[in-house]
């Protein structure tokens, strides 16, 4: 069974630039999960959403972030206009319904 | 809120046990989950407990304390790949049913 699918893998951009992840979930899987990790902390979430509507966005910086899973299965995070403090690990999980998630490798992204 | 706190680093020697505890406090405890994650690695699924015990799987183990808020994983015959940080969350009763992760913890194996 592949897993959860991310991509670009690295991504390096300068501050005010705007920058968009990709994430496929395990097939099957309804639930999809973005997080943050900063180095040195556990995963942060950011948005979860089950099919193509949000369940929770509460710690989503909106007026920068924004996510979208328009057809229940694929998802894109994109962050605009970019920040130092965006630099991190973003993390995307996927889970049948709210059982156990299983996360993708990540992409790493540095914002210089 | 809900807080989860795990110690920052640990070491341990190959062939050892070693025990990594979590404490946690929130309102709606609906399970407890351990990862591990290796360095620049996404994190891997190790156990979940949501009643009091000890769930046994192989040589990774973990307890449950829902009174104490408290749980700790524990690994055995320990193997210098065991090297990595590993994550206490805890899923609330909400509708969300979200997890929140703790800062993990190190764990350096040694020869």
């Known amino acids: 069974e592949a897993g959860v699918a991310q991509s670009p893998r690295y991504k390096i951009i300068e501050k005010r630039q705007s920058v968009a992840f990709w994430c496929n979930p395990i097939?099957?899987?309804?639930?999809l999960y973005w997080y943050q990790q900063i180095l040195g902390q556990g995963p942060k979430l950011l948005i979860q959403?089950?099919?193509?509507?949000?369940?929770?966005d509460s710690q989503l910086p909106k007026d920068r972030f924004s996510a979208e899973r328009l057809k229940g299965v694929d998802s894109t995070l994109k962050i605009q206009p970019a920040k130092l403090e965006d630099s991190a690990v973003y993390l995307c999980?996927?889970?049948?319904?709210?059982?156990?998630?299983?996360f993708g490798p990540g992409t790493r992204l540095l914002v210089l | 809120g809900q807080n989860i706190d795990q110690p920052t680093e640990m070491t341990a020697t190959e062939g050892a046990i070693v025990q990594i505890n979590c404490t946690y406090q929130?309102?709606?405890?609906?399970?407890l989950f351990w990862y591990q994650q290796h360095a620049g690695e996404a994190p891997t699924f190790l156990s979940y407990?949501?009643?009091?015990g000890l769930e046994e799987k192989g040589r990774f183990s973990s307890f449950l304390s829902r009174s104490k808020g408290y749980s700790y994983l524990l690994l055995k015959e320990l193997q210098m790949k065991d090297s990595a940080s590993y994550l206490c969350?805890?899923?609330?009763?909400?509708?969300?049913?979200?997890?929140?992760f703790g800062t993990g913890t190190r764990l350096t194996v040694i020869p």
């Open positions: 097939s099957g899987h309804a639930t």
């Open positions: 407990n949501v009643l009091d």
């Open positions: 929130t309102s709606g405890f609906n399970g």
């Open positions: 969350a805890v899923r609330r009763k909400t509708g969300a049913n979200n997890l929140f």
């Open positions: 999980a996927s889970s049948i319904l709210q059982e156990t998630q299983y």
């Open positions: 959403f089950q099919n193509n509507g949000v369940v929770d």
